[in-house]
């Protein structure tokens, strides 16, 4: 009998060895300097995520996470040595030593190599061909030299580059390609049908707002970048001066409200077709049918990646609440990143992947894990209960989004903006309840009403009431932005990556210690209101 509970510990501590084994490997890393964002780092995080759920005995789980590593360690312990061999010095005639590159720009810098200027990129999901053999990269870094003019590169745009290979290096755990007399040219992207629709659509709002309201309401709502106009970019630079550029784009923010929004108007609208049972009996369908109008929403719009990110962890979301499972909400975040590495694993580079789930992980911070309701009360003091319950949730998730993404923000822009709080607190709850539905509104009428030439009277009153509903929300943010013209701080963080893993250890245990004095504060309300 007394073997029994040995075998046990034994068993126990072999299942949590690989997590602390992967946990010592990622703090000497950290202490050393060299835990950076790259596939290394990525394939360790995924790493211990796959032996945490494995710990916790989380057979499938644990099993999905390394397998969805396996692009990334194919890449590490595969592709780049054959490469790195292959590719290391050139063979000295002109045909063996030309390549062709075919690779996704994710980052762009001036480089200095032997005493010569040259303009360096890295690459993601590059294919290398040399001599009639080809191969697959997950990332690359190639060299050109700055003798000829070159295009500002910018995000995800796939360029094609020929040139002749001085020498090849491994070098931070990537490969590095030399080239000179080089060429290049970029992807043309076919038009489709949804680029046409969208482009329409876009025209006929042209057609009733002015410039600055173009401006906010073409980013917002279909993801087009209006700039053209002196209005437009005044109106781009307040918001990037009060940190408030991200509400421009369409990311996890305007998935979540619109979400929302479909999911409220179903629900009003099947009740009024069913009264009194409909909504009850249709709550899956309801839910489905829901996420399925996002997906539409998001081809309608050309699939922007920071939208496709939130709309795959809003259905993996949905998807446990519809089946009943209790699965906790950072583990879907963690799968939901995993899975979109081992789609893309140059991803991670991405500047605005790396806020969003930043961003994202800093929300889901504002949820208390155990959540603990209130005794019931009047109608009265029950509306203003919830209305005071979400404000104090706006203002939880606007502290935590900004004390989680500052740093990066600053590492990256050079600029702290000491406006982003107050600008965020005042124009994320107006853009949810007034700019964004009458947009809605104003995006359907259209819709209707394609066919027919503009000036109809019911698109007009639609786009009359979005530019009213417009021109307040910029009116508050140039307001905002002329009284904090000061409370812009240029400085680039610079911190060790020990210090950045203190902060971050920080916050999240400030957290956690105010998450157990919540939960503890109302259980001990609940105990005495029902104490005899």
Do not use: K
Request: proline share 5%; aromatic share 10%.
């Amino acid at each position: 009998m007394s073997r029994w509970p040995r075998v046990r510990a034994l068993r126990h501590r072999a299942r949590w060895a690989p997590w602390w084994a992967l946990l010592a490997l990622g703090g000497l890393r950290g202490l050393t300097g060299e835990l950076g964002l790259d596939l290394r780092t990525f394939a360790l995080g995924g790493g211990l995520f796959a032996a945490w759920w494995i710990g916790r005995r989380l057979w499938w789980t644990g099993l999905l996470a390394a397998l969805l590593l396996t692009p990334a360690l194919a890449h590490l312990w595969i592709a780049l040595p054959a490469a790195s061999a292959a590719l290391s010095a050139p063979q000295g005639t002109r045909a063996a030593d030309y390549v062709l590159i075919d690779g996704t720009v994710r980052r762009q810098r001036a480089a200095l190599g032997d005493g010569q200027a040259a303009m360096a990129l890295l690459l993601g999901e590059a294919t290398v061909q040399r001599a009639g053999r080809t191969w697959r990269l997950a990332e690359l870094d190639v060299d050109l030299p700055m003798g000829q003019r070159w295009h500002r590169f910018h995000g995800r745009e796939r360029i094609h580059i020929g040139g002749l290979l001085e020498r090849g290096e491994r070098a931070a755990g990537r490969l590095r390609l030399h080239l000179r007399e080089t060429d290049y040219h970029f992807e043309s992207v076919p038009i489709g049908r949804a680029e046409v629709l969208r482009t329409a659509l876009a025209d006929r709002a042209g057609y009733y707002l002015h410039h600055a309201a173009q401006a906010a309401y073409l980013p917002i709502l279909l993801g087009i970048r209006e700039r053209g106009t002196p209005e437009a970019r005044a109106v781009v630079a307040t918001f990037n001066r009060t940190g408030a550029a991200h509400l421009f784009a369409i990311s996890g923010l305007h998935v979540g409200l619109l979400y929302l929004i479909f999911l409220l108007a179903a629900h009003h609208a099947v009740g009024l077709l069913l009264r009194g049972h409909g909504p009850r009996y249709l709550r899956e369908g309801l839910q489905l049918g829901v996420i399925a109008l996002i997906w539409v929403y998001l081809a309608l719009i050309g699939f922007p990646v920071s939208a496709v990110r939130a709309a795959v962890m809003g259905t993996l979301f949905a998807w446990a609440d519809l089946w009943g499972a209790r699965t906790p909400r950072f583990h879907v975040l963690a799968v939901t990143a995993l899975a979109l590495l081992a789609l893309t694993p140059s991803e991670i580079y991405d500047l605005s992947f790396q806020l969003s789930f930043l961003a994202y992980g800093c929300l889901l911070l504002a949820f208390p894990p155990h959540a603990v309701r209130a005794p019931p009360s009047g109608a009265l003091l029950g509306v203003l209960r919830r209305a005071g319950q979400g404000m104090a949730f706006n203002l939880r998730m606007t502290l935590l989004i900004v004390l989680g993404t500052w740093p990066l923000v600053s590492a990256v822009f050079g600029t702290v903006s000491l406006l982003t709080f107050a600008a965020n607190l005042l124009m994320i709850p107006l853009l949810s309840l007034v700019v964004l539905p009458c947009a809605l509104v104003s995006l359907l009428t259209s819709l209707a009403l394609l066919g027919a030439p503009p000036g109809h009277p019911l698109e007009r009153l639609a786009f009359g009431v979005t530019e009213l509903a417009i021109a307040g929300w910029l009116a508050i943010i140039t307001a905002i932005d002329r009284w904090g013209g000061a409370l812009v701080l240029r400085f680039r963080l610079d911190w060790p990556q020990p210090l950045v893993l203190a902060y971050y250890g920080l916050v999240a245990g400030l957290v956690w210690a105010w998450w157990r004095h919540r939960e503890r504060t109302l259980r001990r309300g609940l105990q005495v209101g029902v104490a005899p």
